[in-house]
Every structure is written in structure tokens, then in C-alpha cells.
């Protein structure tokens, strides 16, 4: 009884040794040393991250990119199987590990996460070196360590347990151990250019590094030597105290070596002090805001001179497609819209914007007096930029430039001393009339909020009855000019005027009368209405001097604002509503007439139906038919296809590559050649069905020893061979290649039988487990 229960358990131990095989001693010390690495690595991310918050995601990277590779080494999964769990694992673990904030119930993957993971493996790195430390805006940036500690984990010990126990010199095989240390190594590479001036234990980490790197290797070199001399225990314990005791020492004397004579933070480089953070116009006020210092304190200021300007040219300053209720401001660099553009570091020869028709080019040279921003004044739509002089810091490193908006800006600031050349070409106009038969463009441009409620109606009331675009918008125009005055709010204006762009001074505005603002007030309220009609629009700040010799002197007097809509295929047509007459009424009751204009109907009664009132304009997205007809896919619907659909994908794709290589592989051993080597593939197939199945093949074996060590294999395994034993169809296909005679089909298709059958027999002996991870497993075997 006893000895029937010991054979049943050894037949099932050699079963499972077929199913999951098992790494030697030598390989779990390489993983653990590769792994011990790449900890003291990912350590020297805490002075970006601070406050260890990045140890779960770093760690977290580390163990799932291991755990993947050792899984696919036990169960003999190929390459393309691993790689495919492997990324299956990045993005259901690193969820919980690197964005556990944006999970389900604190673990499960959404979409904010899943994208996530995505945007950090290829955005994060950028951010994280131009991002102000400690790093903890936007989300995604924490998943850098996690995906650096999960690809070099993956990569490195994958190499460890498949690439490095294979036999080979003793040269060779030290010299794949070195090349393993390149992960470990560029990750801590990554850490040091990614982090501070402040190192996180640099010298102890830098020593310890690299004593176990070199104690590993040595180790290597002894553990793989050819000819090896026997000694005895007393001379080896010797000789291992005595190497432990100068590995200790070296450590000890490097770690106080470079603790005392580390070399002082301030010249240690890090990327993030030689990379330049991207431009963001928000952390700068609103050109706009700032109009009415312009026509107050600098009225009478020479800001700077233009040499070469032409007669009704206008210098442009600054470009603003975002309301907030408050202020028009520059777009930021994160508002993902395509007509907002992004400032860029250029070359002095600069790109035309991607809507745009060309007019005429010029070229102006421009001095700097009494002006002091970051927006730098430029003509029309900047071609070509040199800068001539400066003070300071040089301004060709630091300018930035929206080629979308024909903005610029210089980081280091736009001040007396600057001297630079210009060239610009101007955009092409076309006349009202062709301009009714062109749309306007189909852009995204940052919306609108808190708008208030009479803008909505002063606009389908200004538009009139006109049926195009261009119609209304003159109407808008023409109205606004028509019906307002001009004050600046200056003492010497003969109304008083408020400043100001947001919500409440618009409806000041639009509802009192008379209307009374300058270029700030009705260049907002034309763009808020052009807005509220479906238009692309946005405000441009610039200046307006009368050119009066080869020289202009600017001043604050100058400043003007101006609208421009986009029309397909033209580009951006400028809109000019400020009114010109300044002699507001200052005690009026009603409101001043409209004159007769053959395009603008006067104002319909006024309807109790304010919502219809609200929102005039028949659009796609405001359409109640639309709302009603559309479709749909709600979040959680998403998360379940997430959640099933990636495991499904990363299940029958790999599973159906590697079942139609295999159906190739076949296909051409079975109809490929003469006979002789038909009948050969049929015991090339039979090798690779059984090295499938997880039975080591003997390589560099003839047949009849192939046939051996699978036989007893099979019995150690408790799976079943064919009558006679595979030694008979190894001499069966022996005869074939090797005794010169004819092969006639019948013997080629004998061979294929029988091969046929061993394999399906195995197969179903082997469960479905088995079965179903060798129809992941891919071997195509040499040819004896």
C-alpha cells in the first residue's frame, strides 16, 4: 500500500515538473541581486518626489515587471505570451500602485487610470524634469517610477533566467552577466538626472551599488570557471572571510569617503536645471486686464520705436481665446484645443500658421524704450526673428512663439535695451463679398464661461436677419460702432468709462444707456457674441500708431484691441467694433436710434419665453432632437469593457498568433520538399508538440536518443506513448532520410499518423491546464 501511494506521488511530482519548471539556485541569486539593484536605484527618486510617496509605485513596478518574467521562465511561456502579460499587469496593477486615486473602490482600473498610465509612460518624463519638485501635479507624473522600475525589472531578470544560464565559455557567460547590469544601472542614471540638486544618500547608494555589482560578477566568474581547483574547507572559509572583509572595508571607507568629500550641490547636474519649463501664459497677468494702464499711466510713455512700420499697419501684442466671467486670457498649454496653438522654442526662421492665406511681407527693425512685459510686440504673423541687442539674458533662448496666434513672448522678459528685427506677413482679406460664400472654420478654441445672459440676446438682436455669417458679424459690428462711445475713463474723457472685461461690466455694458468703453469693453462683448453664435473668434491686443516717417515712436496712446473669426480656408479676418465718438450724452433715458441699415432689423417684441431668447441659435450640441436621438456609452460601461476586455485580449491574441504559426509551421514541414524531408518534419513536429507540452528535447541528439528521453519522460509524467515506443517511428524516419531508397508517400504519411497520434494522445493525458500552456508555448526544432 505504502509503496503504490509512493509511486502515485512521484508520478504526480514529475507531472507538475512538466507543468512549471524550476530555476536553480545560481538563477534565484541573480534575480535576487538584480532586484536588490534596482531597489537602491529607484531610491534616488525621493528628492523629486519627496516624502517617499513614490516607493509604492516604484516598488509596485519592480515586483510586477520580476513577477512576470519569472512566471514566464516556470511556465515556459514565449517572448510574445510574456510581453503581452506583461503589459496586462502594467495597467491592472499600476492602478492600485502608481494611481490609486483615481481607482475603483481603491483598486480597480478606470479610464482616468488607465489613460493615465499611458499619458505617464510617455509625457511623464518630460513633466517630471520641468514640473517644480516635490512632484505631485498632474497624476500621471507618479507613474514614471512605477514604469521604470517595471521595465527594467522585466527586461533584466527575463535576461537573467532565459538568456544568461545558457552554456557558453566562461568569458561569455561573465560578460552576459555584465550586460545585465545595464538596467540597474541606467535606472540609476534616470534617478540622478531626474531628481535635485539635493542627492538622497548618494554616496552610500553609489558604493553599494557598486560592491554588489562587483561581488556579483566575481562571483559569476568563479561559479562558471572551467578548471576548477580543489581545496580544502579551511583554505575556502579563508578566502571567503577574507574577501567579505575587504568587500566590508571598501564599502565602509567609499560610503565616509564620498559622504565627506561629495563634491557640493550646486554642481551636480540634473536635467530638470538645463531644461527649460514649457511656457505657460497663465502664470503671467492678462495682457487685456492690463489695457487701461496703458491709456492712463503710459498715455504719454514711449513704450518703443519701429523703424520700417507702413501706413495702417498695426503692431501686434498678444492673442486671448479664454473667458473665465473675469478676464480674456492666453490659453494655456494644456487646453488641448488645435486653434490655440502652443509656444514653442523656434529658430529664427518660423513656420506660417496652419490657417492662414498670405499677403504682403515686410520687415521692421524695433527698439525698446519705456515697454517692460513678457509679450513681445511683433507685425501681422511672425515670419523671421533676430535679435539685434540685449541686456541681460539672451533672449534667443528664452522666446517663445504660438505660430497659430502670431503671439510672442520672452520669458526673460521684453525691456529697455532690446533690439530686434522682425519680418511678418499679413493676412490676406477678401472682400465681404467673397468672404459670404466661405463658412466660418471648424476649430476648437477654449470655451466660455459665466457669460452673462444679454450677451445672448444683444447678439441675435445685432445679427438682424442677415443669413450669413459674414452678414451678421458686420451687423455686430456695425451695431456696436453705431450705438456706443469712446472713453477711456480718463479724467480729460467727457464720460466717465470702468474697466474691466468680466461678466458684470459687460452687462453694464450691453444693458445701460448710453454705451460708453473703449477697445476692452467692445472687443469682449463683439467676441462674446460672435462666440454665443457658433464663431471662432478670439481678442487681439496690439498697438496702432500713425506712421509718420521712417521712425514711429510708440506710445501707451496707441494701444487698441481688435476681434478676428476664422473662416475656412482664409484664415483669421479681423473685426474692429470700437466706436469713434466720444461725446456720450451724459443724462439719457432711452436709448439712441439705430441708423437705417439695410441689414439690421430693429428688435423684435420681447418674448416671454426667455429660454428661447437665451440660446437663438440652432446648433448640434444644443438641439433638443439631437439630445433626444443620441447615444451614449456610459462610464461604467467602459470600465467593464476595460476590465474584461483587456484579460480577453491578452488571452485569444497571443493564443491565435501562435496557433497560426504553428499552422505555418506545419504546413510547410508537411508539403514543403521531397519526401525524405516531409518525413523528417513529421519527427520535428513530434519534438516540438512534446517540448510544448514542457518535456525537455535533448538538443544536438539523433532520434533514437530524442526518442529515449522522451520515453522516459512520458512515464516519469504518467503520459502515455505509442505501441512499440517513439523509438520506432525514430527508426522509421531514419530509414526515410538515410538508406537511400525511394520514399514512397505511404511511408510519409505513416510517419505524420503516428507522430499525429503520440501528440494527441499526450496532449489529453496532460490535462486541460497543461493543454491549454502548450497552446501558448511556440519551438520550431533544428533539423538533424
Excluded: C
Excluded at 101 to 130: E, H, I, K, R
Excluded at 688 to 714: F, I, K, M, N, W
Excluded at 757 to 762: K, N, V
Amino acid at each position: 500500500m505504502s509503496a503504490t501511494t509512493g509511486g502515485t506521488r512521484s508520478r504526480a511530482a514529475a507531472s507538475s515538473a512538466g507543468l512549471v519548471d524550476r530555476l536553480t539556485t545560481t538563477s534565484w541569486i541573480d534575480v535576487a541581486v538584480l532586484t536588490g539593484l534596482s531597489l537602491l536605484a529607484v531610491a534616488g527618486f525621493e528628492p523629486a518626489f519627496g516624502h517617499y510617496a513614490f516607493v509604492p509605485a516604484a516598488v509596485g513596478g519592480i515586483v510586477v515587471g520580476g513577477g512576470v518574467a519569472l512566471v514566464g521562465r516556470l511556465f515556459r511561456l514565449s517572448w510574445p505570451l510574456t510581453a503581452v502579460i506583461a503589459l496586462a499587469a502594467y495597467f491592472l496593477l499600476g492602478t492600485p500602485l502608481a494611481l490609486p486615486g483615481q481607482a475603483l473602490y481603491g483598486v480597480l482600473p478606470s479610464l482616468d487610470s488607465l489613460s493615465g498610465l499611458v499619458l505617464g509612460a510617455v509625457f511623464g518624463w518630460s513633466d517630471a524634469v520641468t514640473l517644480q519638485a516635490p512632484l505631485e501635479a498632474p497624476p500621471y507624473v507618479a507613474v514614471v517610477p512605477y514604469v521604470a522600475g517595471w521595465l527594467v525589472s522585466l527586461v533584466s531578470i527575463t535576461l537573467a533566467v532565459r538568456w544568461l544560464p545558457r552554456p557558453g565559455r566562461r568569458r561569455s557567460a561573465v560578460g552576459r552577466a555584465a550586460v545585465l547590469l545595464a538596467g540597474p544601472a541606467l535606472l540609476l542614471l534616470a534617478a540622478i538626472l531626474l531628481g535635485t540638486r539635493d542627492p538622497y544618500f548618494a554616496g552610500v547608494r553609489g558604493v553599494l551599488f557598486a560592491a554588489a555589482a562587483l561581488v556579483w560578477l566575481s562571483w559569476r566568474r568563479g561559479r562558471f570557471a572551467r578548471d576548477r581547483i580543489e581545496t580544502d574547507s579551511a583554505v575556502r572559509r579563508s578566502r571567503l572571510l577574507g574577501g567579505a572583509a575587504v568587500v566590508l572595508g571598501a564599502v565602509l571607507v567609499g560610503a565616509l569617503a564620498g559622504s565627506v568629500l561629495a563634491p557640493p550641490a550646486a554642481s551636480r547636474f540634473v536635467v530638470r536645471d538645463a531644461v527649460t519649463p514649457p511656457f505657460d501664459p497663465l502664470d503671467y497677468p492678462s495682457p487685456l486686464a492690463g489695457f487701461r494702464k496703458y491709456t492712463k499711466d503710459l498715455q504719454k510713455t514711449k513704450l518703443f520705436t519701429v523703424t520700417g512700420l507702413k501706413q495702417g499697419q498695426v503692431i501686434r501684442l498678444a492673442t486671448m481665446d479664454s473667458y473665465d466671467g473675469i478676464v480674456w486670457s492666453v490659453a494655456s498649454p494644456g487646453s488641448d484645443t488645435d486653434a490655440s496653438g502652443a509656444f514653442e522654442l523656434l529658430g529664427s526662421t518660423i513656420p506660417q500658421p496652419p490657417l492662414f492665406s498670405p499677403a504682403g511681407s515686410s520687415t521692421a527693425s524695433i527698439d525698446v524704450l519705456g515697454y517692460s512685459d513678457v509679450w513681445l510686440p511683433t507685425l501681422g504673423y511672425t515670419n523671421r526673428l533676430t535679435f539685434d541687442a540685449h541686456t541681460g539674458q539672451d533672449p534667443a533662448s528664452t522666446v517663445r512663439i504660438n505660430t497659430a496666434t502670431g503671439t510672442a513672448a520672452v520669458t526673460s522678459g521684453v525691456r529697455e535695451g532690446l533690439s530686434y528685427t522682425v519680418g511678418a506677413t499679413a493676412q490676406k482679406v477678401p472682400n465681404d463679398r467673397a468672404l459670404a460664400k466661405v463658412p466660418p472654420a471648424t476649430l476648437t478654441l477654449p470655451t466660455v464661461t459665466n457669460v452673462p445672459d444679454v450677451v445672448s440676446a444683444k447678439a441675435q438682436e445685432y445679427a438682424g436677419s442677415a443669413d450669413t455669417a459674414i452678414q451678421k458679424l458686420r451687423n455686430i459690428e456695425r451695431s456696436l460702432r453705431s450705438l456706443g462711445f469712446l472713453s477711456h475713463g480718463r479724467a480729460s474723457d467727457p464720460v466717465p468709462s470702468r474697466a474691466g472685461e468680466g461678466a458684470d461690466r459687460m452687462t453694464d455694458l450691453l444693458s445701460k444707456s448710453p454705451m460708453v468703453g473703449d477697445q476692452e469693453q467692445y472687443a469682449s462683448a463683439f467676441a462674446l457674441m460672435a462666440r454665443r453664435l457658433g464663431y471662432p473668434t478670439r481678442v487681439v491686443m496690439g498697438f496702432a500708431p500713425k506712421v509718420t516717417g521712417s521712425t514711429t515712436t510708440v506710445t501707451g496712446d496707441d494701444v487698441t484691441a481688435w476681434d478676428e473669426v476664422a473662416f475656412q480656408g482664409v484664415g483669421w479676418v479681423p473685426f474692429f467694433p470700437t466706436p469713434t465718438k466720444t461725446d456720450a450724452p451724459k443724462n439719457q433715458t432711452t436709448k439712441p436710434k439705430l441708423e437705417p441699415q439695410p441689414q439690421v432689423r430693429q428688435p423684435p417684441p420681447a418674448d416671454p419665453r426667455t429660454e428661447d431668447l437665451l440660446t437663438p441659435v440652432k446648433t448640434k450640441d444644443n438641439d433638443p432632437k439631437d439630445k433626444a436621438s443620441s447615444f451614449r456609452i456610459p462610464v461604467w460601461a467602459w470600465v467593464v469593457l476595460g476590465v474584461i476586455g483587456i484579460p480577453l485580449l491578452a488571452y485569444f491574441v497571443p493564443l491565435l498568433v501562435i496557433g497560426a504559426l504553428k499552422r505555418r509551421r506545419r504546413r510547410r514541414r508537411e508539403n514543403t520538399g521531397p519526401p525524405d524531408r516531409r518525413a523528417a518534419g513529421a519527427w520535428d513536429e513530434l519534438a516540438d508538440g512534446y517540448a510544448e507540452l514542457g518535456l525537455a528535447v535533448p538538443e544536438r541528439a539523433t532520434r533514437l536518443q530524442t526518442a529515449a528521453a522522451l520515453e522516459a519522460q512520458s512515464g516519469a509524467q504518467n503520459l502515455p506513448v505509442p505501441p512499440g515506443g517513439l523509438r520506432d517511428l525514430a527508426r522509421h524516419v531514419d530509414a526515410a532520410v538515410f538508406d537511400g531508397t525511394d520514399v514512397h508517400e505511404d511511408r510519409v504519411h505513416h510517419a505524420w499518423r503516428a507522430a499525429d497520434d503520440a501528440i494527441a494522445a499526450a496532449t489529453k493525458a496532460a490535462g486541460s491546464v497543461r493543454s491549454r500552456l502548450a497552446a501558448f508555448r511556440y519551438r520550431r526544432a533544428r533539423r538533424a
